[in-house]
């Protein structure tokens, strides 16, 4: 059974970083696994924020928001994902999921095209 659990949501303020987490297990990172954040805010759809290719090469990438201030990374031995936020703004404001799909070829912003979910991490971004 594939598991993925977020971790590090939180209050914090303008400006401020965050680091979310997100543990893997029941499954090996493979050449095919594609792994992605999204977020969701009240009264909003689920939105694309960035996504990796853990043991394939490529890219990482973004949506247009990020404007710079994230980072998505990975430690494959750990079977961990990583979102590092930088500059935050209450826009980021959101529930952030880790999401996981084991075929290579996905459309990184279709949340359809992603199998398996974790529960969500709550970033609050206010003053």
């Known amino acids: 059974q594939v598991l993925l659990e977020e971790s590090g949501g939180g209050w914090v303020q303008p400006g401020d970083s965050l680091r979310l987490s997100c543990a893997a297990s029941?499954?090996?990172?493979?050449?095919?696994?594609?792994m992605a954040w999204f977020r969701q805010a009240p009264g909003k759809e689920r939105e694309f924020v960035s996504g990796i290719r853990p043991i394939a090469s490529g890219g990482r990438y973004y949506g247009d928001f990020v404007k710079g201030r994230f980072t998505i990374s990975t430690d494959n031995a750990r079977m961990m994902l990583y979102l590092q936020m930088n500059n935050l703004i209450p826009e980021d404001t959101a529930v952030y999921y880790c999401?996981?799909?084991?075929?290579?070829?996905?459309?990184?912003?279709?949340?359809?095209?992603?199998?398996?979910w974790g529960r969500g991490t709550q970033v609050t971004v206010s003053s």
């Open positions: 029941g499954l090996t990172f493979d050449t095919d696994t594609v």
């Open positions: 999401a996981l799909s084991p075929r290579y070829a996905v459309n990184w912003g279709s949340r359809w095209d992603y199998d398996y």
